[in-house]
């Protein structure tokens, strides 16, 4: 059997009828976004009252789902460019390296 991870979240249903309802209400809701619900606890119950008498019913239920974890974001690929050396680049380069050459030939027959 291959292994999986369930993710637990809590979510609170409202109703006017009755805590079931209430119940039955967020696990409605909840499978519209969550994919592969597992298992519903119902965590607590309380209602809300208004004028001494019961306006709505809360329940809270705990939900596992199946965790899919998304998978690490790929970096996008760095263009290489090369770069393009241009003739007048080359020759400046080659003539400051023949007046050095020059400059030490000179030094030399001066020894």
Do not use: Q
């Not at 899919?68 to 400051?96: G, M, N, Y």
């Amino acid at each position: 059997m291959a292994s999986s991870v369930y993710k637990v979240t809590e979510i609170v249903g409202t109703s006017s009828r009755s805590w079931e309802d209430a119940a039955k209400r967020a696990i409605a809701t909840a499978a519209k976004s969550l994919r592969e619900l597992r298992i519903a606890e119902v965590s607590d119950l309380d209602m809300t009252v208004e004028n001494g008498k019961v306006k709505t019913y809360r329940a809270k239920v705990k939900l596992s789902f199946k965790y899919e974890a998304d998978p690490a974001p790929v970096a996008p690929k760095k263009k290489t460019v090369k770069k393009k050396t241009t003739k007048k680049k080359t020759t400046k380069k080659r003539r400051a390296k023949k007046r050095s050459t020059k400059k030490k030939k000179a030094r030399r027959r001066k020894r």
